[in-house]
Structure formats: C-alpha cells, structure tokens
C-alpha cells in the first residue's frame, strides 16, 4: 500500500511528509519511504499553536479554529510533496494524520485520562479524496495505557539487532526510549517511556533569551560558549516525573512554556547568563536519558539509536556519550533509516495495521490492558474501491 503519514510534534515547529512503501505483516513487514519532506509551520501559526498548548492563553474558540486550519495546511503540504514526487493524489491508498498534539493529560498517578491531537481528518479526506486515518492515541488511553510512545512498536517491528540490547532514543520536545532486546532473546519484553524533556525546555528558553530571534540552538552554538552549574542541574534533575516508575508520558502540560519561564526566572535569580543557562538545560536532557538508563534499562545496553532534532546538537550528543558509555551511540541513519521522517513513517505503519485488522500496540510498551487497533478511519472518495482491493487481496 502506499500510505501517506503526516506528524507533527511536541516542538510544533513543522509538518513532516512520508510518502511510504508498506508491505506484509509483523514478521515480513516492509516499509520504505519514497518521498519526504518537512514545511515549516508560518511563524504566527507556530505562535498560535504553542498558545493553544498554555491553559493560562488557550480557550476553546482557539482550538476548535485551529483544529480546522491546521488539517487545511496539512493538506497543502501534502498535495506539494506528492508534486515534488511526481504522484497524483489518487495512486495514495490512505493518509495516516497523528495531527498535533495540543494537550496530554497525564494523572497525579501517573495516569493518562485523554490526549488531544487536533487537525480534522474529515476536512483531509474531503480535499484529498484519500480515506484518512487519525486519533491514534485514543484506544490506547480507553485501554488504561499511556497512548505513547506508540513509535516504539514499529521499533519493535523492525529495528531489534540479532544478538545486542538496543535503546531507540528519540529526542523531540519530549524524549522517549524503546528498550529493544534482540531477536535472539525470546523471553524478555520491550520497554518504552517518555524520558521527559527533549529539546521543549531548550527551545523555549533559547526563544525567551534571545527575544525570539532564535528559536532553537543551532549545531548547540549557545550550550558550547556556556558553563554547566551542577548545582541547579541536580534541583531540576530532582523534579518528580524521573523517578516515577514506567510506563509514563509526559508533554508540555508538565515540561511547557509555564515551566519554561520559572526555569528561566529562577536561573536568571542565580546569576547564571543566557549561555550558562542553556547549557545547563543541555545537560539536562542529557542527564534525564542516562538517568533513565541507569533506573530501568533491564539490561546493559550496547547500541543507542539516536532520532529526533537533538541528535543534530553536537553538545548533546558528546553529553550522551560520556554518559552512556560504553554504550556505541548511533544515528538511525547509520542503520538504515531516516530520522527525519521516522515518525511519520511510523504512522503510516500503523495506519496498514490497522487497514488490515491488525493490533498495533504491546501492553508491555504503553501500560494498557492489552494490544488493539488504533485510530478512527475517516472514509475518503477511494474508500469502497480500497475496501474491494484489501478483500481481494
């Protein structure tokens, strides 16, 4: 099937395109991307994105608008990415939307009682024509799971080493780490959880210090001109969220920009300069992976699969290699895979499970009761003719 995984995340800072190849079932699945691309979100609809993110800022007038306009511009940016690709709309079977996510509820108890992506796959169906997948999250949650990390599962599918424990350690506005053991271990489990902040804290402090002339620390240019203050790096390695056991999410209900500007607040009281500060909040998500590590790895790991926009932080990435060694640290371009389509490419999976009948979860990664079909299907103009194809096939 060729399946088209839209995502945007925690970071909000753009769209990426999969175009993908799917084929087979676990076991024999295949899945390569054929065209990919990520647009950039429009600095006001960014803006308005991280707004509806703030309880203090967002109302329900502003998501519900948001909701709408941000599948309008999902399908922009699909329809140029197949012109780039040379395909016409209707050689796509599905479109496999995860949306962005503006709220995940997570309990005192460590619980997740709802997750809220927006972008209305009804509007992606109608201007494509093509039958949308979307809400992914949601079954999972009904389920008594986390309804994340749900990439861990296509990890799961497709990146265990033959002999060596792997982790696959994402570092977007959140971090998250699949525990991998390999195929020859036919008794353990994976394990997969949110590590806690990834590169949210950092971008929102860079934005605050630099007063929005820059959005991100680019090739970690402010962290490397800085100095680490260790003891601020263990207060804020003392927040709670570490050492609750798995499985566990979080997002920018718990690390957002509230967080963010008493973080900021309270280094600024310190004394501490912009550049002390972001490298510090560098080591920080440095920190709170090998901490992890160190807490719930279930065995010593060999390889460290790095995705997400912090692999390209060089700052980080030689943190993450003092901490983690002797652990050889990797890209999954180094392996094979794309890093910067990754998680689209993972919905689309999903999306060809779930077309197919097929459970796309382990209990053992989000916490649920047990594994299920994710997402709602929203039936496009394709939809009978798919159905006839599937059957058939």
């Known amino acids: 099937m060729i399946i088209a995984g839209l995502m945007s995340g925690t970071s909000a800072d753009g769209i990426d395109i999969a175009i993908c190849s799917i084929r087979g079932q676990p076991g024999s699945l295949s899945a390569e991307l054929i065209s990919g691309a990520t647009y950039p979100y429009a600095r006001d609809m960014r803006e308005r994105i991280l707004l509806c993110c703030d309880p203090s800022q967002s109302s329900a007038p502003a998501i519900t608008n948001l909701h709408v306009e941000l599948a309008e511009v999902f399908v922009q940016c699909l ?24 709220w995940h509820h997570v309990l005192p108890t460590g619980g997740v009682s709802a997750s809220l992506q927006i972008g209305e796959a009804a509007v992606i169906a109608q201007r494509t024509g093509i039958t949308t997948l979307s809400n992914f999250r949601a079954r999972d949650i009904a389920l008594g799971g986390q309804g994340a990390p749900l990439t861990s599962y296509v990890d799961w599918l497709l990146l265990r080493h033959p002999s060596r424990w792997r982790a696959i350690q994402n570092i977007g506005g959140m971090g998250n780490v699949t525990f991998l053991p390999p195929l020859s271990d036919d008794d353990s489990e994976p394990i997969a959880f949110d590590t806690g902040p990834g590169n949210a804290l950092l971008d929102m402090a860079v934005a605050q210090l630099t007063a929005g002339a820059q959005t991100y620390d680019r090739d970690g240019k402010l962290a490397e001109q800085g100095r680490l203050n260790e003891e601020w790096l263990d207060e804020l390695l003392a927040h709670p969220y570490y050492q609750r056991a798995y499985p566990k999410t979080t997002g920018r209900e718990t690390f957002g920009s509230a967080a963010a500007r008493e973080i900021v607040a309270a280094a600024l009281a310190r004394g501490l300069d912009s550049a002390d500060i972001i490298a510090t909040l560098t080591a920080l998500t440095a920190s709170n992976i090998a901490d992890a590590y160190q807490r719930f790895a279930p065995a010593p790991i060999a390889e460290v699969i790095l995705g997400g926009g912090g692999r390209r932080n060089p700052v980080m990435v030689g943190m993450l290699r003092q901490l983690l060694q002797p652990a ?12 910067d389509f990754k998680e689209a490419l993972v919905f689309a999976v999903l999306a060809h499970e779930t077309w197919h ?8 990664l989000t916490g649920a009761k047990q594994a299920s ?19 058939r096939s």
């Open 357 to 364: 009948g097929r459970t796309a979860t382990l209990p053992a």
């Open 79 to 102: 329809l140029r990415q197949l012109e780039v690709a040379g395909m016409a709309a209707a050689s796509v079977d599905l479109i496999a939307s995860h949306g962005q996510t503006i």
């Open 328 to 339: 050889t640290i990797l890209t999954h371009e180094d392996i094979g895979m794309d890093s």
């Open 373 to 391: 079909l994710l997402g709602q299907i929203t039936p496009g103009d394709n939809y009978a003719a798919l159905l006839r194809a599937t059957w």
